[in-house]
């Protein structure tokens, strides 16, 4: 199942609030360099990056191959940079690069760990066919992977 569409709800709900409008973009409030805002404190930072987190978990899960890592980040940017625009005609919120920034590794962390979680080389992956086939190959004294017999009952 693919929940990435769920989390650009999330995120885009959690980027309120929804009231408090101006009709001009307020660009005297945004903050274009990362981390030189006075809104960029440390709870916020952290809040921003763990959001992205499960949205490039679950970019990373529904994509196969190398791509996807590059595909949450590229996700994790246009989602944050789509919800960073309306902020320019909100009261109450600022837009900064640094919420980009943040959003940008937490989408990168998120499909690192997924990869990680999912191995996509089954070959490699536990429980996959080469872990299957190695315990019986020892056992049977067909040889390791480097050629070398190994105990258990010949098979002459």
């Not at 660009?27 to 805002?37: K, N």
């Not at 930072?45 to 529904?62: E, H, R, Y």
Request: hydrophobic share 45%; proline share 6%; glycine share 12%.
């Amino acid at each position: 199942m693919r929940s990435w569409p769920l989390w650009v709800v999330v995120i885009a709900i959690a980027s309120g609030p929804w009231f408090g409008i101006v009709h001009r973009p307020q660009w005297e409030r945004v903050t274009w360099v990362p981390f030189h805002g006075f809104e960029d404190a440390p709870r916020d930072v952290l809040v921003n990056f763990l959001l992205f987190v499960p949205f490039g978990w679950s970019i990373a899960k529904t994509r196969s191959g190398r791509g996807a890592v590059g595909t949450a980040i590229l996700a994790g940017a246009l989602v944050s940079i789509a919800v960073e625009i309306p902020q320019l005609f909100y009261r109450l919120r600022d837009p900064s690069a640094t919420d980009v920034f943040m959003a940008i590794c937490g989408a990168a962390a998120g499909s690192l760990g997924a990869k990680a979680f999912y191995r996509r080389d089954t070959g490699r992956a536990p429980g996959g066919r080469e872990a299957r086939h190695a315990g019986s190959d020892e056992q049977y004294g067909r040889g390791n992977r480097d050629g070398e017999r190994v105990g258990g009952p010949r098979l002459e």
